[in-house]
């Protein structure tokens, strides 16, 4: 027997559908705690000799959602909102080591994917993912 394990994504069509708790705030957090963090895993395998296979699902209004330059700049404005208030957490908990170590954490996090979108990927998920898919590593389904 075989067995497949397929990371399906899908999101509704929010483009200008209002922000929370429903809307664009769903594109902004699947980028930041689904799809560039995937994206980091399997370049940083690449980067360390490991040739990573995995079937990816991404649905036509996913792809168009990811590559509008309007919701970028929707999604680098959240990020930067995430980013201050880690570092008013971290003020607001100075006193309280595992609340301020845990907005540290994701201060921490926030910026390293904020990072990856910009220098590591150039703004381009979708081209991210097609390079992986042009070079063998994934395979990328509707």
Same mark, same amino acid.
């Given at each position: 027997?075989? @067995?497949? @394990?397929?990371?399906?994504?899908?999101?509704?069509?929010?483009?200008?559908?209002?922000?929370?708790?429903?809307? =664009? %705030?769903?594109?902004? !957090?699947?980028?930041? !705690?689904?799809? &560039?963090?995937?994206?980091?895993?399997?370049?940083?395998?690449?980067? !360390?000799?490991?040739?990573?296979?995995?079937?990816?699902?991404?649905?036509?209004?996913?792809? =168009?959602?990811?590559?509008?330059?309007?919701?970028?700049?929707?999604?680098?404005?959240?990020? !930067?909102?995430? &980013? %201050?208030?880690?570092?008013?957490?971290?003020?607001?908990? #100075?006193?309280?080591?595992?609340?301020?170590?845990?907005?540290? $954490?994701?201060?921490?996090? $926030?910026? =390293? &994917?904020?990072?990856?979108?910009?220098?590591?990927?150039?703004?381009?998920?979708?081209? #991210?993912?097609?390079?992986?898919?042009? %070079?063998?590593? &994934? %395979?990328?389904?509707?």
């Amino acid at each position: 027997g075989s @067995f497949s @394990f397929i990371f399906h994504s899908h999101l509704p069509y929010v483009r200008k559908a209002g922000v929370w708790p429903f809307g =664009e %705030e769903w594109v902004h !957090e699947a980028l930041s !705690e689904t799809y &560039i963090p995937l994206l980091n895993v399997f370049y940083d395998l690449i980067d !360390e000799g490991i040739k990573p296979k995995a079937t990816i699902g991404i649905t036509p209004v996913l792809a =168009e959602q990811l590559n509008d330059p309007y919701l970028s700049e929707r999604f680098q404005k959240y990020m !930067e909102i995430k &980013i %201050e208030k880690c570092e008013k957490d971290i003020e607001r908990n #100075a006193s309280n080591p595992k609340l301020r170590d845990l907005a540290i $954490f994701y201060k921490s996090f $926030f910026n =390293e &994917i904020i990072s990856s979108y910009i220098d590591r990927y150039n703004y381009d998920v979708i081209g #991210a993912f097609r390079k992986l898919q042009d %070079e063998g590593f &994934i %395979e990328i389904i509707t």
